[in-house]
């Protein structure tokens, strides 16, 4: 069975700081990486992927998280960052045979101060 | 117009009522399900759903019951709400098609049982 550690349920920064999520995961088969992102009030929505291949994945607004399987990480990063970055960010995994069985971390809060 | 839809979005109700949650989709995806998110629990799997004709218990299904009417509907009822039920919930939709799973989420449902 899988899991997924996020050892941070908040981060506090301030705008244009560099900011570092981690996140671990134990699964004993081939995974399926992601990270999803809660803004105020909304649903959460996919902002990154890791299936295969290169193991830095980037997003559209900035985002970018590395895939280490020695240690057993997916850390999302963001050099600067914005008020509008505020949100719950949920880290979760998949088995590459069942990939729709999404496993959610426990969540960590991205708090931008000005 | 939204692509996943839940209502009602707020819900207050009493310890004892029978309480259905809705969730509509317009994406055309065959698989849905349900999740409630608890502060410091991340998302939680409740039911899930491959087909019309097939439903599958999650990770705490207990006190929870589902009903796929159709393709693009699929309802979680509690029987007996309880206040440790309170709780947001969302519902998410995926496609078979997809084989690594991406799931799209409606905006949430908040339930609180007094």
Redesign the interface.
Known sequence: AQSVTQLDSQVPVFEEAPVELRCNYSSSVSVYLFWYVQYPNQGLQLLLKYLSGSTLVESINGFEAEFNKSQTSFHLRKPSVHISDTAECFCAVSEVSLADKLIFGTGTRLQVFP | DAD?TQTPRNRITKTGKRIMLECSQTKGHD?MYWYRQDP??????IY?S?DVKDINKGEISDGYSVSRQAQAKFSLSLESAIPNQTALY?C?T?DTS???????????TRLTVL
């Open positions: 996943v698989r410091g629990l991340g998302l939680r799997l899930y491959f969302f998410a995926s997809d084989r690594f799973g991406e799931q799209f989420f409606g905006p949430g």
